[in-house]
C-alpha cells in the first residue's frame, strides 16, 4: 500500500472537511464524498472503488455517531428496527444486481454507477427541498403534537427502508437524506433528536452491509479506505462538537446547491449531455449553480405566498429546519397566528 502520497493527502482533507459537515449538519456523508473523490480523480475516478472505500469509512464513523445516540437514548429501536429489515438485505443485494446489469464489463460499470449517483444526488437535494416545505405546512397548519413514541406503520417503514437500503448499496447516498424525509412524513410527531438517533441507529448495519457486498464484488482499495477514515473520524468529531456555535442553515442550502452541481456534472461525465456536449459540462454546472442562488429564493418566497405567508421573513429557513422539535410548537405558533 502507498499511504503517503499526494493522492492520500488529498483523501485525507476530504474526508476530513466532509467529516466536519456531517458532524454540524448531519447530512451529506455519501452524496459529498463520493462526488468529490471522483473529481479529485483518485482511485483513477473508478466509481466502483470509490463508492466500496466511502461505505467501509461510514461504517466506521455512523458507528460512533450512533453509539453517542444510543447512550442518550435517543433513538427509536423498534422503528429502527423495522428499517433494518428491510434495508439491509437491498443494500447487500443492490451492488450484485448492477453487477449483473453492467455484464462485468468495467466501463460499463463505471458508466452505469456514475449515472445513479448523479440521480441520487439530484434526488438528495429535492428531499431537502421537499422537507423544508413539509415543515412549511406544518407551521401553517399549527404543526403535530410532539410524539416520542409514535405506533410504528411496519410495512411502509419496512419499504422506506428497502428503497434506502437499495439506494444505499449502489451509490453508497440516501441514508441521511432519503430515509430522513421519510421518516418525517410517516412519524410527523417525532422529535429531531429521536429522528436523526434513530437514523444513525439503522444506517450502521445498512451501510455495513452495503460495503461487505461491495468490497466482495469490487475488492477494497486501502490506500483510499485508510486515509478516508484518518481523516472523516477526527473530522465528523470536530463537527459535532462545534455545531452549536456554527450557524448550520446557510451551510445546509450550500450542500444542496453543491449537491445539485455534483449530480448534473456527475451526469455528463457519464455521458448524459441534454444540453451542449460533454465540452460544454462546466458551463452548464456553472449556470445551474447561479440559476439555484438566484432563481430558487424567488421561487421559495412565491410557494411561501401561496401557503398565506409574506414573500420574506418569519418563519425563516432556520425555523424550519429546526422542525419537527419537542419544542418547536413555539417556533410555529407564532407566523400561524400572523397569518
Do not use: C
Not at 25 to 46: C, D, Q, W, Y
Not at 99 to 119: C, E, P, R, V, Y
Request: hydrophobic share 50%; charged share 10%; glycine share 12%.
Amino acid at each position: 500500500m502507498d499511504l503517503f502520497t499526494t493522492t492520500a493527502l488529498a483523501t485525507v482533507l476530504a474526508g476530513f472537511f466532509v467529516g466536519i459537515v456531517v458532524g454540524l449538519t448531519g447530512m451529506g456523508g455519501g452524496a459529498l464524498m463520493t462526488p468529490a473523490l471522483i473529481f479529485l480523480g483518485v482511485g483513477s475516478g473508478n466509481a466502483a472503488t470509490i463508492v466500496t472505500a466511502d461505505l467501509t469509512a461510514a461504517a466506521v464513523y455512523k458507528t460512533g455517531g450512533a453509539a453517542m445516540h444510543y447512550r442518550e437514548g435517543s433513538p427509536n429501536l423498534r422503528l429502527a428496527g423495522w428499517l433494518i429489515l428491510g434495508s439491509v438485505p437491498m443494500a447487500f443485494l443492490g451492488p450484485w444486481l448492477v453487477h449483473h446489469f453492467a455484464n462485468g464489463d468495467s466501463d460499463q460499470l463505471d458508466t452505469t454507477l456514475k449515472t445513479m449517483i448523479g440521480i441520487a444526488l439530484l434526488f438528495a437535494a429535492s428531499t431537502y427541498a421537499l422537507r423544508l416545505y413539509v415543515n412549511l405546512r406544518r407551521v401553517r397548519r399549527g404543526g403535530p403534537p410532539a410524539d416520542p413514541d409514535p405506533k410504528i406503520r411496519p410495512l411502509p417503514t419496512f419499504l422506506v427502508g428497502a428503497l434506502g437500503g437499495l439506494l444505499v448499496g449502489i451509490t453508497s447516498v440516501g441514508s441521511g437524506s432519503v430515509i430522513m424525509i421519510a421518516l418525517l412524513m410517516l412519524y410527523p410527531g417525532l422529535s429531531a433528536v429521536k429522528l436523526v438517533g434513530t437514523d444513525l441507529t439503522q444506517a450502521v448495519p445498512l451501510v455495513l452491509a452495503a460495503a461487505i457486498s461491495n468490497i466482495a464484488i469490487n475488492g477494497l482499495e486501502w490506500e483510499i479506505a485508510i486515509p478516508l477514515i484518518v481523516g472523516s473520524v477526527p473530522g465528523t468529531l470536530i463537527g459535532a462538537r462545534i455545531a452549536p456555535r456554527v450557524p448550520q442553515s446557510f451551510i445546509r442550502r450550500g450542500i444542496v446547491v453543491v449537491l445539485t452541481m455534483s449530480g448534473v456534472a456527475l451526469l455528463y461525465k457519464a455521458g448524459w449531455t441534454p444540453i451542449g456536449d460533454s465540452d460544454s459540462s462546466p458551463y452548464v454546472v456553472a449556470a445551474v449553480g447561479i440559476a439555484m442562488i438566484v432563481l430558487v429564493p424567488l421561487i421559495w418566497g412565491l410557494i411561501r405566498k401561496q401557503e398565506g405567508m409574506p414573500m420574506f421573513g418569519s418563519p425563516t429557513i432556520a425555523e424550519l429546519e429546526k422542525l419537527p422539535l419537542d419544542k418547536g410548537n413555539r417556533a410555529n405558533k407564532k407566523p400561524a397566528a400572523r397569518s
